[in-house]
């Protein structure tokens, strides 16, 4: 089934080059040049990745992300014009799984777009594979419980909705319980080793999950910081 992606970018040539060079790697794509038009058509095609500009009229895409990030699961991938690292953790706030910044190759891009939808796909896959085993793998902290063989985590009984990428942090933090955990090696391992980033990358998905696995995020009894060092896991 071909994979459907949706570039937002008012940039004209750029938008033009973009689906050229996309369609060229055997994507269905659709394009479109600004905030609101990227909403009405990522709620009609559903699609599988979402190439974002931050820089829109109508609608920036710090808020294109925020909005459809509640509605879809479809992986975002950022472009912005400024190598300011504001944009980025923004970006990732809202719901951006990856970004690039302006000017950057269309090889870079290309490759860029194929680990998120592998990532993505092999995610499905997985949730989808048929269960060939009677009980399920389930890790167990009090309320917590993390099922491996759904990739489904429960609170109290009640599922907790993660994104792929703070469901992989949340399964490496338990794999390594009360282990302290630097914040390269948690880039490093989560992320892998062709991810461009910095380790505030990590800390905007730890305070995600602490929001979402915590009783008080802003005293975090599960996953502590230790000062001058990482995280660590307590269960």
């Known amino acids: 089934m071909t994979e459907i992606i949706l570039i937002v970018e008012d ?45 829109l009229p109508e609608l920036d895409g710090f808020e294109v992300a925020r909005i459809l990030r509640k509605e879809m699961s479809a992986a975002i991938l950022m472009l912005t014009a400024r190598d300011d690292e504001i944009d980025r953790v923004v970006g990732l706030e809202v719901g951006a799984d990856d970004y690039l910044t302006k000017p950057f190759s269309m090889r870079e891009l290309i490759a860029r777009v194929k680990a998120q939808l592998r990532r993505t796909r092999l995610l499905k896959e997985e949730m989808h594979k048929p269960d060939e085993r009677v009980a399920h793998e389930i890790l167990t902290f009090e309320n917590l419980s993390i099922d491996l063989t759904r990739h489904e985590v429960t609170l109290s009984a009640k599922i907790v909705q993660l994104k792929p990428k703070e469901y ?65 896991f307590e269960g």
């Open 168 to 232: 992989e942090l949340l399964l490496f933090f338990a794999e390594h319980r009360r282990q302290m955990l630097s914040r390269e090696l948690i880039l490093e391992r989560v992320w892998g080793w062709g991810y461009i980033g910095d380790s505030r990358t990590v800390d905007v998905h730890v305070r995600w999950l602490r929001q979402k696995i915590e009783t008080d995020a802003a005293d975090p009894k599960r996953i502590v910081t230790v000062r001058g060092g990482g995280y660590r």
């Open 11 to 55: 940039e004209p040539s750029l938008r033009e080059a973009l689906a050229y060079s996309l369609k060229k790697e055997g994507y269905g794509v659709e394009a479109v040049g600004d905030g609101r038009a990227a909403l009405v058509v990522a709620r009609k095609l559903k699609p599988d990745l979402i190439v974002l500009d931050i820089m």
